[in-house]
């Protein structure tokens, strides 16, 4: 049973950091690529990382590029989010997903993924 389960989320000030965690099991995570979502209220979600099993290759979306840094620990099978210098609108509820295959394939894509954890709450506010 795949079972993705994501911790870390949080209140943080305008300019603060939070680190995601994503466990995953019931597969083995280095076969997939492994990706993290997020939405905010009335709002779609969102595609804001992604990183490849084969080189692992990262990507972001611009709105978080050069703030955020996703990272992979094979051996724990856990997928990591870094977020520094966090802004108002990165509030959203923060989504892990697997990728259906080993590379990051049209990443922004929920339809790309097939298996997602529960969310984290991440609110940035003064």
């Known amino acids: 049973q795949v079972q993705l389960v994501e911790s870390g989320g949080g209140l943080v000030q305008p300019g603060g950091s939070l680190r995601l965690s994503c466990a995953a099991s019931?597969?083995?995570?280095?076969?997939?690529?492994m990706g993290w979502f997020r939405q905010a209220p009335g709002k779609e979600r969102e595609g804001v990382s992604c990183?490849?099993?084969?080189?692992?290759?990262?990507y972001y979306a611009d709105s978080v590029k050069g703030r955020f840094t996703i990272s992979r620990d094979n051996a724990k099978n856990t997928v990591y989010l870094q977020m520094n210098s966090l802004k108002p609108e990165d509030t959203a509820v923060y989504y892990c997903?697997?990728?259906?295959?080993?590379?990051?394939?049209?990443?922004?894509?929920?339809?790309?993924?097939?298996?997602w954890g529960q969310g984290t709450q991440v609110t940035v506010s003064s």
């Open positions: 019931g597969f083995t995570s280095d076969y997939y690529a």
């Open positions: 997903a697997k990728h259906q295959i080993y590379y990051c394939s049209n990443y922004r894509s929920p339809r790309n993924y097939d298996y």
């Open positions: 990183i490849s099993t084969s080189d692992g290759r990262t």
